[in-house]
């Protein structure tokens, strides 16, 4: 689960009207957010952990990049079709409990890979399906994951808490990649994973004594699926939310699915060991990081299309710059680039859609807005896996720079970025 931060003309109105949002560490002095934040850092650092260690397992087991592109594809499958669903209980039912019961089944599925990997029994097969298990549960979690995080603090801290979440995704995503690369030499893969499944009990005792704020929920008068069909329908009419899930899930497409197959980008691409995607991975983690410190302290300074347009030109460079060379150094520099794109986009499109929509909304929303994101990753990485099976994955690598390109050039040639400027939604 990845989610940002923000920027743009609805910024420089909040701070404005907010002056303690240029302060965002302000809001650690709030008990269950400041724990919460902790947990949640560490949790997602062993998770990127995982991240690189099972891809590159997978890989040295198969010698194939479609079964990464596989794996990704029915490891989100079951978070792609359940996500709607996920936001109307978002919105209606406890949002603590629904990711007590969905953090308890990914702490199954990694403690589960840990004892197969240690009796020497996981397979491909295997991988996949706890894989599919895990994405049953991310489904679930992480639309109300993202409507969780702004019940933990006041209405008024309540954006400062969804930017300082962005940054503890992305240290985590810096400093996770890394640490695997280290733990994965000294101790083995085993222990990467081990690292990921400990972690969840510290987030599920986090969870059992944080205090929510009583926000607003939606009305039980409509069915499940009339509750769907409402919260698309809001995100329908609206062009700067519709906009926002189509650009993440380009964004997911062309981009970040170059994070689920790095450890076929490392062996075919830059001739290294499958297991030095853990360096592409943190370098990807440093320019996400780097990113969000940047775009905290350049609060309302800049227009959200500019922001938008500013990471379609980064990820553009990124995927230009990995395809162009067999250097490693560059593929370093190529994801560091990705990072900055990612954690760019992010920080426009996540807050447009939480300072916009109503907290009854705010599940639902955030559910479409994730299932771009979703969509858009395991359809990418399979493309990339596949296709780069039977041609190369460099020559895949270079379609996704050009579909950026063309991407730019309508977006300069349109004025429809403008559009996610608006600092108010109408009823």
């Known amino acids: 689960m990845s989610t940002d931060d923000l920027s743009g003309e609805l910024e420089a109105q909040d701070i404005a009207a907010h002056p303690q949002l240029k302060t965002s560490t302000s809001v650690f002095r709030h008990k269950s957010f400041r724990w919460f934040f902790i947990a949640a850092a560490i949790s997602n650092g062993a998770a990127w952990m995982q991240m690189v260690a099972i891809p590159a397992l997978l890989f040295d087991l198969t010698g194939q990049a479609t079964w990464l592109g596989f794996s990704s594809l029915i490891g989100s499958l079951p978070a792609v079709l359940l996500t709607p669903h996920a936001g109307v209980i978002a919105d209606r039912f406890s949002r603590k409990k629904m990711l007590l019961m969905t953090q308890s089944v990914q702490m199954t599925a990694s403690f589960s890979l840990f004892i197969l990997y240690s009796v020497d029994q996981l397979t491909p097969w295997r991988i996949v399906g706890i894989g599919f298990l895990n994405g049953i549960a991310t489904g679930y979690g992480a639309s109300t994951w993202q409507a969780f995080v702004p019940s933990l603090v006041p209405e008024e801290d309540m954006l400062s808490a969804v930017r300082l979440n962005s940054v503890q995704f992305t240290v985590a995503r810096m400093i996770g990649p890394g640490l695997a690369g280290i733990v994965i030499s000294t101790f083995g893969t085993g222990a990467a994973i081990l690292c990921n499944a400990s972690t969840y009990i510290l987030v599920i005792g986090v969870l059992l004594v944080v205090k929510t704020r009583v926000g607003s929920t939606a009305s039980r008068d409509l069915t499940v699926k009339q509750a769907m069909i409402n919260g698309a329908t809001y995100m329908w009419r609206h062009l700067p939310l519709r906009m926002a899930v189509i650009l993440a899930f380009i964004s997911s497409a062309f981009g970040q699915s170059l994070q689920f197959v790095s450890a076929a980008v490392s062996a075919r691409v830059f001739h290294h060991p499958s297991t030095d995607n853990a360096g592409l991975m943190t370098a990807l983690g440093v320019g996400s990081t780097l990113a969000s410190i940047y775009a905290t302290k350049s609060v309302g300074r800049f227009k959200r299309s500019q922001t938008v347009m500013t990471s379609l030109v980064l990820y553009c460079i990124s995927t230009a710059m990995i395809a162009a060379s067999s250097i490693y150094w560059i593929g370093l520099l190529g994801y560091f680039i990705s990072g900055m794109a990612h954690l760019t986009m992010a920080v426009a499109l996540n807050t447009l859609i939480q300072g916009l929509v109503p907290d009854r909304m705010r599940g639902r929303a955030m559910s479409f807005y994730l299932l771009g994101v979703m969509g858009g990753i395991p359809m990418g990485s399979f493309a990339i896996g596949f296709f ?40």
């Open 388 to 427: 780069g099976d039977m041609f190369s994955v460099r020559s895949v690598i270079v379609v996704d720079s050009c579909v950026y390109l063309a991407i730019i050039l309508f977006f300069r040639s349109t004025k429809l970025l403008d559009q996610l400027n608006i600092t108010s939604l109408e009823d």
